[in-house]
C-alpha cells in the first residue's frame, strides 16, 4: 500500500469506492435545506433520535423492500417490529455476531466471501466454514452436504448462521439463483422441522439495487413463509452514499428487542441527522431517480472493464473472469501457477505498472485446505473509464513482465 500510495498516477481497480463524480450532491443539498428550512424539522433532526431510528424512514424500508419483493400491499406481514436503522450495514454485521454467536460456534458462508466480515466473525472466535460457488452462486448441493457432515459430526446446533452476499456478490459478482434461493430456504426450513434447531440466513443485499440486467429475484426473505430465518441486510451506501453512512436490517421480531439492546449500549441509535435527510430524498423520488441514474453509468463501467479484459486477456488460456449483471466488482482467476498475494511477483509487477487490486487470498478462509492464491478482485466502481481501460491494460503487462506468467498461459493467438 504504501508503494502504492507514493505514486499519484496509480489506477486502483482495488478500493470498494462509489463512483465519485455521481455522488448526489445537489440532491443532498435540496434534502438538507428542506429538513433545515422548518424550524420545528429542523430542531427535531439535530436531536437524539431513538435506538431503532426514524420512523417514517423505517416505514419507507418496510415498503420499499416490499416493492423490490413484489409483495403487494394487502399480503404485506412487516411492521416496525420488523426493522431497524443501523451506521451502515457493516454495524448490523458486527451486532448480529456479538448478539448470535459464541467463540466455537459455527458460521457457513460463501467462498470466497466479503472479508471484512471474515474479520468481523474472526473477532467472535467462530468456526467459518465455507461452501464454493459457481456461476449460480452458492453452490447449496454443496451446502446441504457440509451440514449432514456436520450433523454426522454431532455439532449441528453449533451452526447458527449462514452469510451470504446473494445479489451481485463482494468480491466475485456473482448471483444466486431463483432456484437455489428456493433450496436455501429449504434446508434451513427441513433442519428447523426435523433437528428443532433455527439456523438463521444473513441475507447481505447491499448491492440489491445495483442491477445492470436480468431480471429482479425474489429476496430470500420473502421467500421464508415461517419470516423466522432471514435476516436481511440493506445500505443507503451503495445507491445513494456511503457518507451518510446508514443501513438497515429487515429481521424476526424475537430479534428486534436484543438488537435494540445491544445498539443502544453501542450509540443509542444512529445518525439521526442523516436520518432526516434519507427521509426527505425518498419521499421526494431523488433516490429512486438517482438509483436509475447509477445503474446506467456503472453499467457502461462494468461493460469496459469486460471489454478491456476480452481484449488484454481473452487470447491467454487458464485465465477466466465472471460476467456481474450488477454490482461493482469482476472476479479474475489467472493460472494456478501465477499467484496474486501481497508479497507476489505478480502484484510487485502491477504496482510497477501502476494498478492495483484486491488479491483474492483475501475473500477466503482456508477450511477446505490452502486458499487459493491466483486469483483478484477488480472494482469498477471509483475509477473512470479511461483508468479501467489503462488499468486493464497495465493489468497485461504486469502479466508479461512476470516469467511465470509467461510459461503457464499459453497464448492462443
Ligand atoms: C457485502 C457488503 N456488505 C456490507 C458492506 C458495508 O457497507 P456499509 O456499512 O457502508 O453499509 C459492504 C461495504 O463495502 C459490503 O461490500
Redesign the pocket.
Known sequence: MEVALSNPKLISLAA?FVDTDSLPVEEVKAAIDVVLGHPQQAKLALQYGTTQGHPPLLDWIIQHVSQLDRIPSEKQTLSRKNVVLTT???QL?YLLSEMLLDTGDIVITESPS?FVYHSVLAGVGVNVLTVPMDNQGMDTSELRRLLERIERAGELHRVKLIYT?DYFQ?PTGLTLSAARRQELIEIVHHIAQNSQHRILILE?A?YRELRYEGEELPSLRSLDHTGQHVIYAG?F?KPLS?GL?T?YAILPEDLLEPLLRLKGNHDFGSNHFSQHVLTQLVTSGAYSQHVEKLRTIYKEKRDVLLQSLEEHFGNLSGVSWTQPRGGMFVWMSLPIDMPTSPDSPFLKAALKEGVLYIPGEFGHVSDRGPAPTHEMRLSFGSATLEQIREGIRRLRQAFDSVPCGQQAATSLN
Request: glycine content about 20%; overall charge neutral; cysteine-free.
Open positions: 470498494g451502515g450495514s457493516q454485521l466479503y452476499v463482494n447481505d447491499a445500505t451506501s456511503p453512512k443501513g
